[in-house]
């Protein structure tokens, strides 16, 4: 395993690799970071002036500067009349959108917390959110709920707090809101609360139990943007694109707070999904950064007409492992660069990310400035480590169901993610709970899954360790390929020195691979479809060394083929 500089062993045989980035820049991220999220928008405004451009969402709606923030200071005195004298927490259940931002600065402007909810997820995830974090209300909209079916779900959450709709509280703004909000700016009337108080309250995406409350401060939020326009050529930027939700701390963060607080013109989408809106707006906005995920990116690269990305610089991807198809799809058709990123929600979320005059396929990239890290061995792993970062953007803890903070100990964030360094850059091998116990030797269902990518570039694939087998488990895939051929999985493993533990035990054709509203991969339901495919097949396995046979199609347009397990060293996710 190649270390970054500085890297050291430890007695307890783990690893510590120190803060990136040199003292200037450290100096920079903790400078920028020594104020609030609120603050660093009115210094905005001070700067580019109240005339410039902050947002424009996906109605067309734009808002300078100026208007941003009197729009949020006028909004938070209706909003603090509408809550309880002891009120403390607010959730926002609005999609990325101008109204979605006012919302946000107006909560941090009453000097109350915001809670970002899932609106995609279940009416129980979502009273559980509402009760973990305390919320005295939630924060909406009519028309959305209307434009987005969600009118239900809403009706639903109610009995966990009262909803307010902007529409009411827009109404509800009187003259001496409108004073105040003209001379909040100018006057400094806006509180100016501690970098270390509550910026956001974000849930986990629940792709493998049930969402965690994620405290982040304004600290944390900002240093992280620092240290992503530390790390990404943005200072050039003029136009930024994020069609991401701002419940998702990559929405919020590098997608909302980042741009505002750097002074770009940021566009804002309310779904990633509607794919022929986007491309459209990119070449209307003339946007240069797009902030996604490699399935929305191959999509809209497919769908674009001719020179409708190319106003791009690069795009950023995360959530998922971006594809070398889709770089060379983009780069023929539209000539920019796809920069893989990596990071969870605890840090804010960006741990790491590839440069576009920097990219090292299969590598998420470097470490950005002033994070450090602590790499723990795995057993039956020999070029993977379990990561553990600390530094500025790691968050200040987990809210439990009764409302009590859990920090991370000694500031150390443990991310579960098992990884490797390669001259410097950080290669994913997966998630720790995505990897399968086969004969005691640790195999990684990401790198199942890069190599049905690989010999199937134009399907979505999932794998899932289930209970069978001899060896305790078996992995299935899941694919929507029709027509899988384990042979062509056989050639992959072959081509890439692969041992046969990495050949599932089952596939499975499927009309859809489970995933969350963010787009990442929801692997609780992955492994409940595959245990339930697995079970109605219930064919009897090859003995070893036998062909693989092809099952009868299964019930809800699945089909099966099966055979001899199989996998080996970890692959880059």
Known sequence: MTLPPGGRLLDDGSIHVPAQGDAAERAAIDAHAARSVLCA????????????????????RRLTYGELVRAASALSRVLKRSLPKDAHTVAIMLPSSAAGAVAYYSVLAAGLRPAMLNFTAGAGILRGAIATCGASAVLTADRFLELAGLRPLADEIASAAPLLMLEEMRGRVGLADKIFAAAAHPLRLLPRPDPDDTAAVIFTSGSEGQPKGVVLS???????????????????????????????????????????????KLVLHPSPLRIKEITQRIAETNANVLLTTDTFLRQYARAGAKGSLSSLQFAVCGAERVRAETRNLVRSRFGFEVVEGYGVTETSPVIAVNHPDEIRDGTVGRMVPGLEARLEPVAGLTD??????????????????????????DGWHDTG???????????????????????????????????????????????????GGTKGEIIVLLTQNPKPQ????????????????????????????????????????????????????????????????????????????????????????
């Open 486 to 573: 384990r042979e062509d999985l056989q050639a992959e493993l072959a081509r890439q020195g692969l041992p046969e533990r990495y050949l599932p035990a089952r596939i499975y054709t499927v009309d859809e691979i489970p995933l969350l509203g963010t787009g990442k991969l929801d692997t609780v339901a992955t492994t409940r479809l595959a245990e339930r495919l697995h079970a109605e097949q219930a064919a009897p396995q090859s003995p070893p060394g036998a062909c693989p046979t092809a099952a009868a199609p299964a019930p809800g347009g699945a089909s099966a083929s099966g055979g001899s397990s199989g996998q080996g060293s970890p692959s880059v996710h």
């Open 218 to 264: 304004h600290r944390n939020l900002l240093a992280n943007c620092s240290q992503v326009h530390h790390h990404l050529p943005l200072g050039v930027v003029k136009v930024f694109f994020n069609p991401l939700p701002i419940f998702h701390s990559l929405g919020l963060g590098p997608g909302l707070i980042l741009p505002l607080s750097f002074g770009m």
């Open 384 to 409: 993977g480590w379990r990561l553990h970062v600390r530094g500025p953007n790691v968050m200040q803890g987990y809210l439990t169901a009764a409302g009590t903070l859990t920090p991370p100990p």
């Open 41 to 60: 928008l009115r210094e905005t405004l001070g700067r580019v002036g109240p005339d410039a451009v902050a947002l424009e969402d996906g109605d067309k």
């Open 417 to 467: 993610d098992v990884v490797a360094f390669e001259s410097g850059f950080l290669a994913i091998r997966g998630r720790l709970k995505r990897f399968a116990k086969l004969g005691g030797e640790m195999t990684s269902l990401v790198t199942v899954e890069n190599v049905a990518g690989a010999v199937w570039p134009e399907f979505q694939h999932a794998a899932a360790a289930i209970p």
